[in-house]
């Protein structure tokens, strides 16, 4: 690593003020073949003594300079800036933001405006993002990690598919605590839209509705009004750029009616009836377009648990009450026998649900 830095060959001189508003100088009368530039020892001490806005900054600057250099020496160059990024990105002692933005900005295919650029430059961008991202989740640092993640996806989607660099087995496991998915409802919903049609990450966007349709049920409370409107906000939109995704292990093909009828709750605990009465009967519609009728009377067992323990209008869940049993005489399935024989009473029991 010592040869690849004297490749480099720069000499630096970075002043930055307390406040890190001032410019960074550099010289470079060693290596006068290149613009004035800083070296990566250089950014490594700004880094590390706090300098974290001119260290970013000297990054971005070096990117975009490595860029003209050529043959071995610009391999070797661009390589040991990539090294240093992820290096960086490992140390638990800096600021996870802080991080984020140095990897961001050592992004060589990010400092070139050309639409040309090869394409092992931008496959080895996403080796170190993911190699730098893959550092910030084993920390559980779950948001720096959807970031970088973002952005992993956003230059690997430039490749083609047969050039790609994402292995979706690299992706799991998305979230250090799966099972508080809400905290992250807005990440997840960029990286669904983000993969819309990605037939690479098929397999991605069916966990991702894996983690939302089994992990959503413990969403139940909010620190602030304002936090609980944005998760139904952000579920919202999380569920639509889903939509297509038909098939998730062990999920039913209209998995979208339980994230739905989550947010229906969540408006019922704000207060907000008319918002919640929406959703919930979307949620409802959902279940019950459901063609093959033995599979909508087991879906109808979720549903009415779910208006129960809401609670939901009593009204509307007496009338939903009527329906299932009506669907449940009409079938001669082993569920629908015992909804008839011992659920129906023995559920009502334990919800204390009186009719």
Known sequence: MRTVYLVIGMLAICSCGVAQAQECEFSNDSHPRLPLVPSIQAIESQFATSAYECATR???????????????????ARFALREMAINISRNASYPSEQRRRLLHAAVISLASS??????????????????GGKALRSQNDTVGWLDVLTL????????KDSDRRIAPQELQPLLHDPYRPYSHFDRLATLAELTNGDKVLEKFRSELVRTI????????EDPSREVALDRCKQLLRLVEALSDVTS???????????????VGAAYKRLGMPEEAKVYVEQAIQIVRSETDLNSRLGGYRYVLSELIYMPYDRQAILSFLDEMEELANTLDTPIAKEVRNTWLKDFLERARFKR
């Open 58 to 76: 000297a990054t971005k600057q070096l990117a975009l300079s490595l860029l003209s250099l050529p043959n071995r020496e610009g391999y070797d």
């Open 114 to 131: 050309e639409a040309t650029l090869q394409k092992e430059e931008i496959q080895a961008d996403v080796r170190m993002l993911m190699v």
């Open 152 to 159: 992993v996806i956003r230059l690997d989607r430039q490749l």
């Open 213 to 220: 349709y089994f992990n959503v049920m413990n969403w139940r």
């Open 248 to 262: 998730c292990k062990h999920c039913p093909p209209a998995w979208r009616w339980w994230p739905i009828m989550k």
